[in-house]
């Protein structure tokens, strides 16, 4: 490390793996109601799991970016964060505001909650994934309008490097189609259309952005090959990204009403998508070959390696698989949507934080040749029971979806059964992903786990972690 204030990172990371294991309890929670409709009532009801579920994940998302952003800025940029008690403060904010509003979706009832915080006022409440309540929204705003003014400000100040100008791109990005949440049309097709630029023009548009730029950083780091060729790779993949995103996105299109040119459009553009999560592949792998040092933390490599095939499968393949519109007839809001959606955000995103994570932390605690051999082998084992357990949740639901559409969708009206019949044929199914997640679960612990095991013949350096590294 080799700036003081990236230490600031190290809060960030802490509470993001602290909401995973939320995110995680309340998903084991509504693999159970998924089998047993009673379990949790009436203290925990399914639509407030889910809530609960969807919501941590989004924010420990967030709260892992912004940890990485701050690692990461100042040592390209070379120079101290521009504000580091504003990072400080804007942590303080968001951890208030997020736990406030989980807490919220657990103790009310929804409708009350909206009562309380006002929603009549400015209504923005309701909708999956933006179910915050109108004042949490601003707070969020007002944290990203700060943190991307921080790291603005560094980047202004210090070297500006490729990889901190994506990053800074897809956060910029980032902030500013959340302001779509707050645009909350009576009509219903024009609500949708809107509301698909958040969720969608982040995880398939500006947050690519995001994570092509850690990767970069990640495997400059433990390869210590030229910037030049690593730049010149990520260019590439961010052009493709964008290309392919921003009108792919009008797969979300097909059947919410906007006109009929997205049929053809969305399913083209869509088509191409898997294209940059591929070339990721390509790089990290080309990266590692082609590496000119052998980096102590080999299990920093894993994760960016796994990222990589991870995003690739889970965004890739799984999101091409029902993306082409005559396809998309048959499979849309089927169990089918669910298994792409837990792959992609996972091998995506949770993944490139755990990725940044897993290389960042040591050096914080003052081991830049990583964690002890056996502290790696601990989290070895966390990596691939994650990996497993999440491949076993994706295709557990992959086979319900496929049955689902066979039993529900593609029998004439009246031979088809009706949704209730089905979701009881296809329960064995979700025994399937209750087990998975069990296994999930298990990585979870075997990953935090790893941060405690001792360290002994780790190479440590005093001062917490501040070294002369180079590259
Ligand atoms: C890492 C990137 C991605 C993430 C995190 C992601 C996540 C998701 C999620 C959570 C949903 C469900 C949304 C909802 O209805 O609540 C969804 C839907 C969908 N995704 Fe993705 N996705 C990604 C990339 C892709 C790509 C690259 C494709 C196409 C090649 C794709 C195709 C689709 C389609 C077609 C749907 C709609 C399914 C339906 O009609 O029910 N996704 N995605
Ligand atoms: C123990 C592991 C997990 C279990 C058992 C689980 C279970 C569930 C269930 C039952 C739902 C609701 C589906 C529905 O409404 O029908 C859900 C939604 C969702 N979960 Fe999980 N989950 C787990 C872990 C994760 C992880 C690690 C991620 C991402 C990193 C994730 C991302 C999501 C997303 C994006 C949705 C919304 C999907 C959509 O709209 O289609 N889950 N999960
Ligand atoms: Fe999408």
Request: aromatic letters at 16%.
């Amino acid at each position: 490390m080799k700036y003081e204030s990236q230490l600031i990172a190290k809060p960030y990371f802490i509470f993001a793996m602290i909401l995973f294991a939320g995110q995680v309890i309340f998903g084991l929670l509504m693999g159970l109601q998924y089998l047993n409709g009673d379990a949790g009532f009436p203290y925990i009801p399914f639509n407030a799991a889910r809530m609960v579920h969807t919501n941590l994940l989004i924010v420990w998302m967030l709260f892992g970016f912004m940890g990485a952003s701050y690692y990461l800025v100042p040592e390209e940029a070379e120079t101290e964060l521009y504000s580091p008690v504003l990072a400080k403060i804007t942590f303080w904010v968001f951890v208030v505001a997020g736990v406030a509003t989980i807490l919220g979706y657990l103790l009310v009832p929804y409708a009350e909650l909206a009562r309380i915080t006002k929603n009549e006022l400015f209504p923005t409440m309701g909708r999956e994934f933006l179910e915050q309540p109108t004042i949490t929204k601003i707070g969020i705003v007002l944290v990203c309008l700060s943190f991307v003014f921080n790291i603005a400000m560094t980047i202004l100040k210090g070297r500006k490097t490729v990889i901190n100008m994506v990053l800074i791109t897809g956060l910029a990005g980032l902030a500013l189609f959340y302001l779509f949440s707050f645009y909350n049309p009576d009509s219903l097709t024009m609500d949708k259309y809107f509301w698909w630029f958040v969720v969608h023009l982040w995880v398939e548009g500006v947050w690519e952005l995001i994570l092509g730029a850690l990767l970069a950083f990640v495997l400059i780091k433990v390869t210590g090959v030229d910037r030049e060729h690593i730049e010149k790779w990520l260019y590439v993949i961010i052009a493709m990204a964008l290309i392919s995103g921003l009108i792919g996105m009008g797969h979300h299109y097909f059947w919410v009403g906007p006109p009929r040119y997205w049929l053809w459009m969305g399913s083209f553009f869509s088509a191409l998508e898997p294209v940059p999560f591929f070339m990721m592949v390509l790089f990290a792998f080309k990266m590692v070959k082609e590496r000119r040092r052998e980096h102590g933390n080999k299990i920093a490599t894993t994760w960016a390696q796994g990222t990589a095939v991870m995003a690739f499968l889970g965004a890739g393949v799984w999101g091409f698989l029902h993306t082409l519109a005559p396809v998309n007839y048959y499979t849309h809001g089927t169990q089918l949507t669910a298994a792409h959606g837990h792959l992609a955000f996972f091998g995506a995103y949770a993944m490139v934080v755990m990725c940044m994570i897993s290389y960042s932390m040591p050096v914080m605690n003052g081991r830049p040749q990583g964690n002890s051999a056996q502290a790696q082998k601990v989290e070895r084992w966390g990596f691939w029971l994650m990996c497993i357990g999440m491949l076993g949740i994706t295709f557990a639901l992959t086979a319900a979806g496929i049955w689902q559409v066979a039993l529900q969708r593609i029998p004439d009206a009246g031979e088809a059964l009706s949704f209730m019949a089905t979701q009881d044929a296809i329960a064995p199914f979700y025994v399937a992903r209750l087990l998975f997640g069990l296994l999930f679960a298990a990585g979870v612990i075997t990953y935090f786990a790893s941060f405690v095991v001792a360290n002994r013949g780790a190479k440590q350096t005093s001062s917490e972690g501040l070294t002369e590294q180079t590259a």
